[in-house]
């Protein structure tokens, strides 16, 4: 088995879903800081880190990352 294949069917599914059927310029995705592994999911598949939202959970003070990719 070829490794990353779900990396690339999960991108090309994306691509064709958000370019093709949606006609979407851009897509964003958030995640908390506290759990990078969706941040490198997101990089994985073309996003680059947009901004950071400081302290946007009251109880926890945690921040919020920000990606976007553009096609």
């Keep these: 088995m070829e490794k990353n294949t779900g990396e690339k069917d999960i991108r090309r599914r994306h691509d064709r879903f958000c370019a093709s059927v949606k006609?979407?310029?851009?897509?964003?995705a958030r995640y908390f800081q506290?759990?990078?592994?969706s941040g490198k999911v997101m990089q994985k598949l073309g996003?680059?880190?947009?901004g950071i939202l400081l302290k946007q959970v009251e109880k926890e003070v945690e921040d919020i990352i920000s990606n976007g990719i553009i096609k």
């Design 23 to 28: 006609g979407y310029h851009k897509v964003y």
């Design 34 to 37: 506290s759990n990078p592994a």
């Design 47 to 50: 996003m680059k880190q947009e």
